[in-house]
């Protein structure tokens, strides 16, 4: 698992799916960090995908690095308010940071994926390697 964590942190960017009305939807999304085996992520509670979110709470995040290596976690999503996680994520990104401002910021979301599947793959030939947390 150190090696997706390890990945992640490289590779922050990605793209994240939801279901909206029985469809996929994808968008530009970044990785925030990880604290117990648990893949936190952020979003506003005005923004559709928090709706989606709510509405069907499964998810999948996708990064690929230059050399083409993917990463792809999917699980069940779980919004905290624990307020040191949300200023953790505060700290470690400049950019969500300069949006939300505060850890109380009242439309400030942190989630996080559990009960999921890790999965890397490249174009090695080797097969994808799958870790649960």
């Given at each position: 698992?150190?090696?997706?964590?390890?990945?992640?942190?490289?590779?922050?960017?990605?793209?994240?799916a939801?279901?909206?009305?029985?469809?996929?939807?994808?968008?530009?999304w970044?990785?925030?960090?990880?604290?117990s085996?648990?893949?936190?992520?952020?979003?506003?509670?005005?923004?559709?995908?928090?709706k989606?979110l709510?509405?069907?709470?499964?998810?999948?995040f996708?990064?690929?690095?230059?050399?083409?290596?993917?990463?792809?976690?999917?699980g069940k999503?779980?919004?905290?308010?624990?307020?040191?996680?949300?200023?953790?994520?505060?700290?470690?990104n400049?950019?969500?940071?300069?949006?939300?401002?505060?850890?109380d910021?009242?439309?400030?979301?942190v989630?996080?994926?559990?009960?999921?599947?890790?999965?890397?793959?490249?174009?090695?030939?080797?097969?994808?390697?799958k870790?649960t947390?």
């Amino acid at each position: 698992m150190k090696e997706i964590i390890g990945f992640l942190y490289e590779n922050p960017s990605g793209a994240f799916a939801t279901v909206d009305n029985g469809k996929a939807r994808v968008r530009p999304w970044g990785f925030m960090l990880e604290e117990s085996g648990m893949f936190y992520f952020c979003t506003a509670n005005t923004k559709d995908v928090y709706k989606q979110l709510q509405q069907v709470p499964f998810a999948e995040f996708t990064s690929t690095s230059k050399d083409m290596v993917t990463v792809r976690l999917s699980g069940k999503v779980i919004f905290t308010d624990d307020v040191s996680m949300k200023r953790k994520v505060l700290e470690n990104n400049p950019m969500v940071k300069s949006i939300y401002q505060s850890e109380d910021n009242p439309i400030f979301e942190v989630f996080y994926i559990e009960h999921g599947e890790a999965i890397i793959s490249d174009f090695s030939g080797q097969p994808p390697r799958k870790f649960t947390f």
